[in-house]
């Protein structure tokens, strides 16, 4: 009894949170039969109940029906904090060692995956209050700190501090706060390589009124 007072109340949660992130709710009939993220939750958090009981086979069962279904993979051995939300959520892929943690937003596309065929902890971690766009890819065994914004097709395989925005192919750091109610601005979102050729382009405008200067005297 308690594990299934304990499951309603989880979806409960869930069903809050899709309001909260997704305009698009209307019904409570709708999320809960129209909403392939939350039914990928869900299931995944059988499989790894029967992955914690080592009963792998059955798990990897229930996690591979999940992605026919959704199109949602996540490995059974995966850990999710609460109030997470894949938006739309087809191509998602969460690793074996992924760590995700409270109030965690990903859009479809994204893969949360390792970069070899090492052993032992290979995949991302996610902090709290973490948005990743559409198509990024977070890999190997790095650390995505709280309220973090990975932009949409972004490729990060390096440790990023808590607060950052990162953007690009690796990805790159951007200092800005690019957010409207916790939601990640995908078209406001700066490129850092058009913003580093633009510094030097004023660099070399100002080395050229020295140099004119110095010619002049």
Same mark, same amino acid.
């Given at each position: 009894? &308690? ?10 949660? /869930?069903?809050?949170? =899709? ?8 019904? $409570? ?5 129209? !909403? %392939? ?7 995944? &958090? ?5 992955? !914690? ?19 949602? #993979? =996540?490995?059974?051995?995966?850990? $999710? ?13 969460? +690793? ?10 990903? !859009?479809?596309? @994204?893969?949360?995956? +390792? ?6 902890? *290979? ?20 650390? =995505?700190?709280?309220?973090? *914004?990975?932009?949409? +097709?972004?490729?990060?395989? /390096?440790?990023? %501090? #808590? ?5 690009? @192919?690796?990805? *790159?750091?951007? *200092? ?11 078209? &406001? =979102? %700066?490129? %850092? ?5 633009? &510094?030097?382009? !004023?660099?070399?405008? #100002?080395?050229? #009124? ?8």
């Amino acid at each position: 009894m &308690r594990l299934i007072k304990k499951a309603f109340s989880q979806i409960k949660e /869930d069903i809050s949170t =899709i309001y909260e992130k997704d305009p698009a709710a209307r019904s $409570i009939l709708e999320v809960l039969f129209c !909403y %392939p993220g939350l039914h990928a939750l869900i299931l995944h &958090r059988i499989a790894h109940k029967f992955h !914690y009981w080592h009963w792998y086979f059955f798990a990897r069962c229930i996690s591979n029906f999940s992605r026919l279904m959704t199109g949602i #993979e =996540i490995h059974p051995n995966a850990r $999710i904090g609460r109030r997470f939300f894949i938006d739309h959520g087809m191509g998602v892929v969460i +690793g074996e060692t992924t760590i995700i943690g409270d109030d965690v937003l990903l !859009y479809q596309g @994204v893969t949360l995956g +390792g970069t070899g065929n090492e052993h032992g902890k *290979r995949h991302p971690t996610l902090g709290n209050n973490v948005v990743v766009g559409s198509g990024a890819k977070v890999l190997g065994n790095i650390e =995505i700190g709280d309220n973090c *914004r990975i932009g949409a +097709g972004s490729v990060v395989i /390096d440790s990023v %501090p #808590e607060n950052s925005t990162v953007v690009g @192919v690796p990805g *790159r750091i951007v *200092r800005q706060k690019l957010l409207i109610q916790g939601q990640l601005m995908h078209n &406001r =979102i %700066p490129d %850092p390589v058009s913003c580093q050729l633009n &510094r030097l382009t !004023y660099e070399l405008q #100002e080395l050229k #009124e020295q140099l004119n200067e110095l010619k002049n005297k």
